[in-house]
């Protein structure tokens, strides 16, 4: 993951997509290293201000995933 990349983001109790073509504004691996994934990332996402709610909502629960529908778009023009 990197700034650019563009997600959806997935319930992943549901299955459900909560976020349609999230874009990441800032992706960190929470392991300390670059390199690995491993052990998850904080991710910082543009969204549009109508999915705003919905993904605070997925976030607090806890249970979300994001999948990978693109890589390195221009920030803010996907």
């Known amino acids: ?3 650019g990349d563009v ?17 990441v504004l800032t992706a960190v691996s929470t392991s300390g290293s670059d390199n690995d994934w491993t052990s998850g990332c904080v991710l910082s996402l ?4 109508a999915d705003a709610a919905a993904l605070a909502q997925a976030g607090a629960g806890g ?3 994001v999948v990978l529908t693109a890589t390195d ?5 996907s």
Do not use: C, L, N
């Open 46 to 49: 543009i969204v549009d201000e």
């Open 1 to 3: 993951m990197a700034a």
């Open 63 to 65: 249970s979300i995933a």
């Open 73 to 77: 778009q221009p920030i803010g023009e």
């Open 7 to 23: 997600v959806d983001v997935v319930d992943t109790g549901s299955g459900a997509v909560t976020v349609r073509h999230a874009q």
